[in-house]
């Protein structure tokens, strides 16, 4: 009971009045990453379809980097198991049919590097001495040539006349255009390639979306920019600056959309009182300051082990929040469980409270997740006590004797599955530190659940990503 308990003392009891909320037709729109090793099968999108329908949202997206099956570009998807543009074309038809568009979706400059890391793109790094994420070279003119030819592609399986086309935490520092930065700055960089790719967009007749970042950090050049593009404004603490950010893109006349997060990865169990926080802050300034909507991102970074279900709660909450409910606990949970068909909320919304118990880092990715991710390299963080942690593998325990198994479809019993497992992994890795056999103990069970619902393409890398970052 103690669980349910700090689960309820997340939420403040509000009904807000519905006048100043979202209109019906505003959008409405959930973003699945499909990138990040987990691309479901279409029968678990199908199902997702059906949830955003119920909950009437009117917008969907599918977060790509190289997991559509472009051709002439094999190297890069060949073992990705990318969703391919029939099974595009048909899950268009899906939403279309339940009021929802479908907005394809393409990152186009930054977070390049599942396209950069193979000869004969590599070639188009801006930076080929950094590691990690990577920018396409905005000076060299065959990096607007290969964005055509995805364009050319992906956007004929699609109705909407939207496009997501991200551009989002590039880095233009050091490397191959070097001398243009020197010359006219950065932002003057960015902005230029931002411009070409819009009028590469409009000659397709698409109304062009491109994440904020960049550009709000450097809001002088929002006046430049054509105004049918359509700012998606992002932020995913409680406390992101949509306040300052809506309020300078209403300034500049410049079309947008606040998108808070689900706050489900970096958590292995979720984060409630984060995305309440972070949902309520985007909701309060985007109506103040004239928003066309609201986008919620969930990411996967870091290998995407949570089950999707984590992210349920926070859409859910949007969806009412835009219509001027701010759900309490014990409504959310009963929502929760109409969705899932059994009594699955209170256990939900108690293993989204389990971070903040474990301390330490909370932030993008929360210490708990660490214990795992950097396996014997694993130092707690200030914050993190043995009190904590004991009392936050109890919660894990009373979570668990919440679900209510009877009843529940096969998905649902399936993600609770994953959190029962990758709470077993914790404590097993903060019991023995140094243990090699970690892997070896869960790997079966993982790929077994992880198969149920989601193509093997991103299995290898998710599981390098979790069981401490070794292919042992």
């Not at 899932?340 to 909370?362: M, Q, W």
Request: hydrophobic residues 40%.
């Amino acid at each position: 009971m103690k669980s349910v308990r700090i689960a309820l003392s997340l939420f403040t009891v509000a009904a807000l009045p519905v006048a100043a909320f979202a209109a019906p037709q505003q959008m409405l729109g959930y973003q699945l990453d499909v990138s990040r090793c987990k691309v479901p099968k279409m029968e678990t999108i199908y199902r997702i379809v059906d949830i955003l329908a119920d909950l009437r949202y009117n917008q969907f997206q599918l977060y790509t980097e190289h997991t559509f099956a472009y051709k002439g570009h094999e190297t890069v998807w060949y073992d990705a198991s990318p969703m391919t543009p029939d099974e595009v074309r048909a899950l268009d038809d899906y939403c279309h049919a339940r009021g929802i568009e479908l907005v394809p979706n393409q990152n186009s400059f930054g977070h390049m590097e599942q396209w950069l890391r193979h000869p004969g793109y590599a070639e188009l790094d801006s930076n080929p001495l950094k590691v990690g994420a990577k920018t396409l070279n905005p000076e060299d003119p065959r990096s607007l040539e290969l964005v055509k030819d995805l364009y050319d592609q992906l956007l004929p399986c699609f109705r909407s006349r939207y496009f997501n086309v991200g551009c989002d935490e590039t880095d233009l520092a050091g490397g191959r255009c070097d001398a243009a930065v020197k010359e006219k700055g950065s932002s003057r960089v960015y902005v230029d390639f931002l411009k070409k790719i819009h009028a590469v967009v409009a000659k397709r007749n698409h109304t062009m979306m491109f994440w904020g970042d960049i550009i709000l950090k450097h809001p002088e050049f929002l006046p430049e920019l054509p105004k049918d593009m359509v700012c998606l404004d992002w932020g995913y603490r409680p406390e992101s600056p949509f306040d300052k950010d809506t309020a300078a893109l209403k300034a500049a006349g410049i079309r947008f959309v606040v998108c808070p997060g689900t706050s489900a990865w970096g958590s292995l169990f979720g984060r409630v009182d984060r995305f309440v926080g972070n949902i309520d802050n985007a909701v309060e300034n985007g109506t103040l300051n004239g928003a066309e909507g609201y986008l919620l991102a969930d990411w996967g970074d870091g290998g995407n082990p949570q089950p999707w279900i984590v992210s349920l709660p926070s859409i859910i909450y949007l969806a009412h929040r835009v219509r001027g409910e701010k759900l309490t606990a014990d409504r959310l949970a009963a929502e929760i469980d109409r969705i899932c068909g059994c009594r699955c909320g209170a256990a939900l919304l108690a293993y989204g409270a389990v971070y903040r118990t474990f301390g330490g880092r909370l932030d993008n990715t929360a210490e708990i997740c660490y214990v795992l991710r950097d396996g014997k390299q694993y130092v707690r963080h200030e914050g993190v006590t043995d009190e904590g942690v004991v009392a936050a593998f109890a919660q894990l325990d009373g979570a668990k004797e919440l679900f209510i198994a009877d009843g529940a479809p096969a998905w649902v019993r399936e993600d609770f599955a994953v959190l029962d497992l990758l709470a077993r992994a914790v404590k097993a890795r903060w019991e023995n530190p140094q243990r090699d056999d970690l892997r070896v103990m869960f790997e079966p069970e993982y790929r077994r659940l992880w198969l149920r619902q989601n193509r093997i393409g991103g299995l290898k890398d998710s599981l390098f990503w979790l069981f401490g970052r070794t292919r042992k």
